[in-house]
């Protein structure tokens, strides 16, 4: 119900955006979220948005998260890409009120499959 797109390999320095697309419900009054999981890594938080966007602080100022309600789609806008960007990004929904942290992925019950983002250096 959740389809990530967008990724690629890019230079270090450059720009790259995620689109997630959702179907079969609509997610609009639920928080989105981006995790990333790195090679041999454990998936980690990278932003999340109901209204107002919330950032790891590996990434503010760098990246911004935006949705459009009306097409069900969340976005997750990509500057200034270093190499340690690199990983296989994933969207999640949380169909159910969030009463703790939402930079946990226990907050999310819905995951897209990932797609994978390459920064060179």
């Known amino acids: 119900q959740l389809q990530a797109s967008g990724g690629g390999l890019v230079q270090a320095g450059g720009s790259l955006r995620l689109s997630c697309a959702a179907s079969?419900?609509?997610?609009?009054?639920?928080?989105m979220g981006w995790f990333r999981q790195a090679a041999g890594e454990e998936r980690e938080f990278v932003a999340a948005?109901?209204?107002?966007?919330h950032y790891a602080e590996s990434v503010k100022g760098r990246f911004t998260v935006s949705r459009d309600n009306a097409k069900n789609t969340v976005w997750l806008q990509m500057n200034n890409l270093k190499s340690e960007d690199t990983a296989v990004y994933y969207c999640?929904?949380?169909?159910?009120?969030?009463?703790?942290?939402?930079?946990?992925?226990?907050?999310?019950?819905?995951w897209g499959q990932g797609t994978e983002v390459t920064v060179s250096s």
């Open positions: 948005i109901r209204w107002n966007g």
């Open positions: 079969g419900r609509n997610f609009g009054s639920s928080i």
């Open positions: 999640a929904a949380a169909s159910k009120p969030v009463y703790g942290n939402i930079t946990s992925e226990g907050s999310f019950d819905y």
